[in-house]
């Protein structure tokens, strides 16, 4: 594709970088045939294709519309096209420089406007995430139907976190929903890898930073980022393996440090540092999967589910079909799930923003996952695991904590 990129942007690092992605576009479409939004709608504007149009005439000088904000609004930045595309066109990294370029120039109605800051001040900061949810769920059963079940109902107990102490360590982000929704999770991760003589360290490490970030508000965002690497710093300069991540969402976050701070003369490095560090939970359980296989567990604990890969685990991290051939390995029956590259409609917030089209994209996941009749959905992020729960009959959970009820207590 060829660009002309306005004098605006042109020399800027963010400019070079756009220029670069837009000249590996041929144009070809691939991208709109596993686009849920384009699945859905059939507009060409809202698949990648279109979409990347819209990004290159405001990069190319063109004001934009309510229209360019609008289109732009309704991508789940769920990076299927990323996967999908042969020419390797980084669609997820265009649309975080085009989204806040286009912000900028087209205002948002006040009660939009307000209700966005209202998510950036509240859902990463657990301190108020964490009583109005409550507050919620305590008034949960007076609600009408359709704000019910975006309440959640309270979550099983954390369980015991483990006391014993290894010569190897890692840490572990706790992030900003995920300890209010589901406690059980990093517990649950944290008792696993205890079983493989590793201790998993909490250092207070918050909101990724995923939130602010694809709301537009980079600069909050790199304030959750900073505060991160300054928790868990201390850590890594003591020689933790590994930064182990619960939620495929703020894996692809937290990996994305080092490109997010690349330009922060004091978190840069550290930013690098940290990004290599970052695993998300299925890489070191599968790395260390022979100890666990060493003792299976009884016939008894097998059972045939349903296991859904957020867009976040195939398309951000790349990692495929490792958590699924772990619990075929532990005697699990997985069954198929048709179209499972597409998205659920969660991705965030854009459940709460786009509540018509993640409603739509949330009953076709329903009715994938549970087509082949399992008795549990299992996921890899907290943000899919509620929002599927929301509106599932079968129990959604993490597979960690599935995975954490099954295997036999004490060392492998």
């Keep these: 594709m060829q660009t002309?990129?306005?004098a605006f942007i042109r020399d800027t690092p963010?400019?070079?970088?756009?220029?670069a992605?837009?000249?590996?576009?041929?144009?070809?479409?691939?991208?709109?045939?596993?686009?849920?939004?384009?699945?859905?709608?059939g507009d060409e504007l809202d698949g990648p294709r279109g979409r990347i149009y819209l990004m290159k005439q405001v990069l190319e000088g063109a004001a934009p519309t309510g229209r360019t904000l609008l289109h732009l609004d309704r991508c789940l930045t769920c990076r299927a096209c990323d996967t999908t595309c042969p020419s390797g066109v980084e669609y997820g990294r265009l649309v975080d420089i085009g989204r806040?370029?286009?912000?900028?120039?087209?205002?948002?109605?006040?009660?939009?406007?307000?209700?966005?800051?209202?998510?950036?001040?509240?859902?990463?900061?657990r301190?108020?995430?964490?009583?109005?949810?409550?507050?919620?769920?305590?008034?949960?059963?007076?609600?009408?139907?359709?704000?019910?079940?975006?309440?959640?109902?309270?979550?099983?107990?954390?369980?015991?976190?483990?006391?014993?102490?290894?010569?190897r360590k890692m840490l572990v982000l706790e992030g900003c929903v995920q300890p209010s929704l589901s406690p059980a999770t990093n517990a649950a991760a944290a008792r696993v890898i205890d079983r493989l003589g590793i201790t998993l360290v909490r250092a207070n490490a918050g909101c990724c930073g995923a939130v602010p970030f694809h709301l537009n508000a980079h600069d909050d965002a790199r304030v959750h980022m900073r505060r991160n690497i300054d928790a868990w710093w201390p850590h890594i300069e003591r020689g933790a393996e590994a930064i182990v991540i619960t939620a495929s969402g703020c894996g692809v976050m937290v990996k994305d440090y080092a490109h997010a701070l690349a330009r922060d003369p004091a978190y840069a490095e550290k930013a690098r540092r940290v990004s290599a560090l970052s695993k998300d939970i299925s890489e070191v359980i599968v790395a260390e999967k022979d100890r666990l296989l060493s003792r299976p567990p009884p016939a008894t604990s097998r059972q045939r589910i349903a296991f859904h890969p957020p867009c976040t685990l195939q398309h951000g991290l790349k990692i495929?079909?490792?958590?699924?051939?772990?619990?075929?390995?532990m005697g699990y029956e997985l069954t198929p799930v048709p179209d499972s590259h597409l998205c659920c409609g969660s991705a965030g917030t854009y459940s709460i923003l786009q509540p018509e089209l993640s409603r739509r994209l949330q009953a076709n996941k329903i009715?994938?996952?549970?087509?082949?009749?399992?008795?549990?959905?299992?996921?890899?992020?907290?943000?899919?695991q509620a929002h599927l729960q929301a509106v599932s009959e079968l129990p959604v959970r993490h597979w960690i904590e599935e995975l954490d009820g099954i295997l036999p207590r004490g060392p492998m």
């Design 4 to 6: 002309q990129l306005a």
């Design 14 to 19: 963010e400019g070079r970088e756009a220029d």
């Design 21 to 41: 992605i837009l000249r590996k576009c041929v144009h070809c479409g691939f991208c709109n045939a596993t686009c849920p939004t384009y699945q859905l709608l």
């Design 100 to 125: 806040p370029l286009v912000e900028e120039r087209v205002a948002r109605g006040p009660l939009e406007s307000a209700w966005r800051r209202a998510l950036i001040a509240v859902i990463p900061r």
């Design 127 to 167: 301190a108020l995430f964490a009583p109005l949810l409550r507050l919620g769920q305590l008034v949960r059963p007076l609600l009408p139907p359709g704000l019910k079940r975006k309440v959640p109902p309270a979550a099983p107990a954390a369980g015991s976190w483990p006391v014993a102490v290894h010569p």
């Design 320 to 329: 495929t079909g490792k958590v699924e051939a772990l619990l075929a390995e």
């Design 367 to 384: 009715a994938a996952l549970t087509s082949g009749h399992p008795v549990a959905i299992l996921t890899a992020n907290i943000g899919c």
